[in-house]
């Protein structure tokens, strides 16, 4: 039997993959990621697709959001599911911060021994 690994978000490296947007990797396994997302107002992400869903969860700010045929905005409390390989982009109306949670884990934002 493993053991459960704690992550402290004070403990967490964070990393600034693009102009704008810092990440913080938290509690992850083969299966499932929770990714803490600091936004700064007027960052827009670049449009892309991945095979994980994703599910989005908005702690602070005001967000647009575009994917598949649909654009929306989202505000503290609000939340939604992008399904695998659907077309996506987020921009951020105000400072915002946003928690994501992907399965499966994805590797392209780190190595499962860190």
Sequence with gaps: MSDIKVSRLHEVKASSPE????????AFNPNLMLVRHEM????????????????????????????????????????????????????ALEESEVLDVFNPYREDYGSLEE
């Excluded at 102009?19 to 990797?25: I, K, T, Y």
């Excluded at 989005?56 to 700010?61: E, L, N, P, T």
Aim: with cysteine; glycine share 14%.
């Design 19 to 26: 102009p704008g947007l810092e990440r913080q990797v938290l």
């Design 40 to 91: 700064q107002k007027g960052w827009q992400g670049t449009r892309h697709s991945h095979p994980h869903d994703q599910l989005v969860y908005v702690i602070r700010g005001h967000v647009r959001f575009a994917g598949g045929q649909s654009t929306f905005e989202a505000t503290e409390g609000d939340s939604f599911i992008v399904p695998g390989n659907m077309e996506h982009q987020a921009c």
